[in-house]
């Protein structure tokens, strides 16, 4: 069965410091992954994508993701963490071919400490 | 830009009542989503739909209903509402082929509270 993991439920940063938000995936053939950011009492946000190609992914609000085939895993990572990034993160992939299902990740909260 | 627009944003339900959550877009995706939300799970797909006059069924689909007369249009609707449908529902669109790569556009949500 096709699946992606979060394993990190709450991730805890210092403002200025790099952060990492960890994903990994199960699925059968090239993986289409993603990532979104819910703001409270928003919807999802679109953040970035990976589909083929190079291996690091840039994305909105200066966050990038890093594809890694042989560790099936697809972290989202910012070099220098705000404040204002503080949010809920999902991961998610594409459930197989001929469908544009999602199958989402559990979440991870990100607080970004001043 | 309204993007996904979704009414209403808050409901009380009691048990055994019924309502349709409006879903509407205009963005003139084909692809519609409805999806809820419960803490610590992530998000379940309920129902979706790849274009007007066409639906299917996702992981979470009993004690919904969904319907799509228009492109712009994917209401929700739940029959008999029971205390596990108390979640935060979401709509989603987005243009889909079958094998897209395109994202999902999401509303706000509509919180539900089923007593």
């Known amino acids: 069965a096709q699946s992606v993991a979060q394993p990190e439920d709450q991730v805890n940063v210092a403002e200025g410091n790099p952060l990492t938000v960890k994903c990994t995936y199960s699925v059968s053939g090239n993986p289409y992954l993603f990532w979104y950011v819910q703001y409270p009492n928003r919807g999802l946000q679109f953040l970035l994508k990976y589909i083929t190609g190079d291996n690091l992914v840039k994305g909105s609000y200066g966050f990038e993701a890093e594809f890694n085939k042989s560790q099936t895993s697809f972290h989202l990572k910012k070099p220098s963490a705000l404040v204002s990034d503080s949010a809920l993160y999902f991961c998610?992939?594409?459930?197989?071919?001929?469908?544009?299902?999602?199958?989402f990740g559990t979440g991870t909260r990100l607080q970004v400490f001043p | 830009n309204a993007g996904v627009t979704q009414t209403p944003k808050f409901r009380i339900l009691k048990i055994g009542q019924s309502m349709t959550l409006q879903c509407t877009q205009d963005?003139?995706?084909?692809?519609m989503y409805w999806y809820r939300q419960d803490p610590g799970m992530g998000l379940k797909l309920i129902y979706y739909s790849v274009g007007a006059g066409i639906t299917d069924k996702g992981e979470v689909p009993n004690g919904y209903n969904v319907s799509r007369s228009t492109t712009e249009d994917f209401p929700l609707r739940l029959e008999l509402a029971a205390p596990s449908q108390t979640s935060v529902y979401f709509c989603?669109?987005?243009?889909?082929?079958?094998?897209?790569?395109?994202?999902?556009?999401f509303g706000d949500g509509t919180r539900l509270s089923i007593l």
């Open positions: 998610a992939v594409r459930v197989r071919l001929n469908t544009d299902k999602l199958i």
């Open positions: 963005m003139n995706h084909n692809y």
């Open positions: 989603a669109s987005s243009y889909g082929t079958g094998n897209s790569n395109q994202p999902q556009h």
